[in-house]
């Protein structure tokens, strides 16, 4: 049920319209206290999805809720859930995205 929820909220995080793409990643923000270390199953769906964009995004309101995001993910999963996909990530990743990656995983 979660994979088919997740399959379906997944590309209102990459919507070409950034008034779309923000309110997906504020209510993914405000959803990740709720479900927690339930995310596991679908944490891979969700980091490229959030890192993908939104993290080098010029739009100040997208940037801002993908960080939120970020935050939430360390505050409330077990990081070491966290570890491997934000590694991948940060690999591939180009300016402010990659910095802020890295910064996380140190």
Known sequence: ??????????????DSNSKVNQVALEALHKMIPLLKDNLSPVINILIPAIVDNNLNSKNPGIYAAATNVIQALCEHLDTSLLLQPFCTKAQFLSG??????????A
């Open 1 to 14: 049920m979660l994979f088919q929820i997740f399959d379906a909220f997944k590309p209102r995080l990459h």
């Open 96 to 105: 402010k995205a990659k910095q802020d990656l890295t910064e996380k995983l």
